[in-house]
Nanobody, 127 residues
Framework: QVQLVESGGDSVQAGGSLTLSCAVSGYKYTRYCMGWFRQAPGKERERIVVVDSDTGTTSYADSVKGRFTASKDNAKATLALQMNSLTPEDTGMYYC????????????????????WGQGTQVTVSS
């Protein structure tokens, strides 16, 4: 059974930083697309970043480019998200997602149609 467990969510002041982590267990394949998504109150879930296991290609949302950095550790089966210069607009539930590698126009899917999801970790940024 595939499980994704997110951690690291917290309440911080604007301008602060957080690091989220997603731990994966039960996934037997070495080729995958994996990413972070978030859902703000009253809004649809949106992509933050997706990572291609083969190429290492990352695809960030414009709203987080230059502030957020994803890094995967294959040995530990984790995907971290370093978030800097946080703003209140970054508030939301952050989810980790995973599925077998597939590409659309050369990239991992940027929509939220991933097979495996974690339960989420809450990030709250106050002004």
């Amino acid at each position: 059974q595939v499980q994704l467990v997110e951690s690291g969510g917290d309440s911080v002041q604007a301008g602060g930083s957080l690091t989220l982590s997603c731990a994966v267990s039960g996934y037997k394949y070495t080729r995958y697309c994996m990413g972070w998504f978030r859902q703000a109150p009253g809004k649809e879930r949106e992509r933050i970043v997706v990572v291609d296991s083969d190429t290492g290609t990352t695809s960030y949302a414009d709203s987080v480019k230059g502030r957020f950095t994803a890094s995967k550790d294959n040995a530990k089966a984790t995907l971290a998200l370093q978030m800097n210069s946080l703003t209140p607009e970054d508030t939301g539930m952050y989810y980790c997602a995973l599925e077998a590698l597939r590409r659309i126009r050369g990239r991992c899917p940027e929509n939220d149609e991933y097979k495996y999801w974690g339960q989420g970790t809450q990030v709250t940024v106050s002004s």
